[in-house]
């Protein structure tokens, strides 16, 4: 089962209006995510994206600095 999480940024006049992620944990040797799952928090049934934890962590850069 994947655990679906959201920014504590996401609440407010318009909290509806995010993205949630799940990470996907490879377990051996040591605990590190495999696969970084994505989906519209209003359409949790809907659509999701699923990217390697390098092009997540860049995206986040990327994010951050506009």
Known sequence: M???FKSSYSSG???DSCVEVALHW???PTPTPAT???RDSK???GPRLHVAPGAWTEFLGYAAGH
């Open 2 to 4: 994947i655990r679906w």
């Open 13 to 15: 006049s318009e909290g």
């Open 26 to 28: 490879d377990m051996a």
């Open 36 to 38: 970084i799952h994505i």
């Open 43 to 45: 359409q949790s049934d």
